[in-house]
Nanobody
């Protein structure tokens, strides 16, 4: 599975961005795609994830109410709509995918086998 992320950029506080990540290759019922983010010098942080089979979706507390993850199964694409962005949302955002994800591991980065190249999101006035 290969992943291609896009949609990052510079936005003012309170603004919105939509990230996209397209997967190529075989997918399964337990195929899961997620978003993580990382700031230099800090650990990678889970943001949101969604599983194709069953449609389970989870969010980090920092994302709840502001971010929405959605997917287009036919296009093998996951989206992250980010509203009410804050300066602390500034990070490199990575999409990740796995074909055998179990529900309890969806927020764990090491559970994902495939990673995209990352896209920079900067929230600043």
């Amino acid at each position: 599975v290969q992943l291609q992320a896009s949609g990052g950029g510079l936005v003012q506080p309170g603004g919105s961005l939509r990230l996209s990540c397209e997967a190529s290759g075989q997918t399964s019922y337990r195929f899961t795609m997620g978003w993580f983010r990382q700031v230099p010098g800090k650990e990678r942080e889970f943001v949101a994830a969604t599983r194709w089979g069953g449609g389970s979706t989870i969010y980090a507390d920092s994302a709840k109410g502001r971010f929405t993850i959605s997917r287009d199964s036919a296009k093998k694409t996951v989206y992250l709509r980010m509203n009410s962005l804050r300066p602390e949302d500034t990070a490199v955002y990575y999409c990740a995918a796995d074909n055998s994800m179990i529900l309890s591991s969806m927020a764990i980065g090491s559970a994902y086998d495939y990673w995209g190249q990352g896209t920079q999101v900067t929230v600043s006035s």
